[in-house]
């Protein structure tokens, strides 16, 4: 109950803030305008959380924009915080090729813009992204290891298109290609919908009679896959592995239920975000492409058995995840002199 409280309060928070800029001080500090694909998920609702404690720490203003899923509306919220003289403009680009237009009346403008979790090939922008493509291909990994290279897999994705989901689904199938035995019976897009995530496992569920492991590239989409698998009594014989490392993910390892997740985390993220945004304002210089630091959620046993396979990364126990999770400031926030 006291996680799904925190969620409800954040979705709140976002249901207040999302029109408005964070609590202000002086007129003179950077303002930042975050374009956001949905600020209804609560991946987002908790990056816009975070992002707010930075924007604190930091010393800038944020207004938060949800281009609700539309293309033409996110074009039409960044050009819109250009006409308003942003000192910085975030985007979560709902098309790589789509944004540019957007990003060129930036450059136009002057106006630094960050694009996170795509990759967005321009000469303006910095990207900010996740190592989802070597991160996913050491999860197959994982999964070959767990089923001493044999068994059949199902993989859940977000939608084709999407950097982060087509990285996600090209490292994992990379990485699988080690081990023969395992065969990927299906690959089904859950366009980032839980629904849609229960669904797609229910289907499976019904067609295949063995499943031995389960991959998904979103926390928020595999709860809802498993909670079709709990509802047909088959969580012992199906090995899950995530991608997000959302606290109702990492609880289930420690239950066992669950064998690893990979914390991006999307306060992390917000956070993150935000801090880079700061710096752009202020002038510092940085590179086009960074890339936030991940880590591995498993239980102890499980990293000791991945470490004999010669599987290096930086793992945490769940009864660490917290640590990790929410200690964004300490591991992102301004450093004390």
Known sequence: MRKLSRIAILIVVVALMATMAVSVGAASKPKLGAVMIDLTHPFYVRMMYAGNKAAQDYGVDVVWKSAEGSLEKELALVENFV????????????????????IEK??????????MGNLVETDWNVNTLYNDYEDCKMIAKFVGTKLNGKGNVVVIIGNKGNFCSDQREAGFLEGIKAYPGIKVLSIQPSDWDPVKGMRIMENWLATYPKIDALFFVSDAVGMGAIQAIRAANRMKEIQIFGYDGDEEVVDLIAKGEVQTDLLTGAERVGYWNIKVAADLARGVKTDKILRLPTYVVTTAENAALFKKAGIQARYITPEEHEKYANGYRAEFGPKKK
């Open 106 to 115: 930036a450059k136009a403008a002057g106006i630094p813009v960050i694009t």
């Open 83 to 102: 006409q308003q003289k942003v000192d910085v403009i975030l985007i979560d680009p709902i098309d790589k090729i789509g944004v540019k237009p957007a």
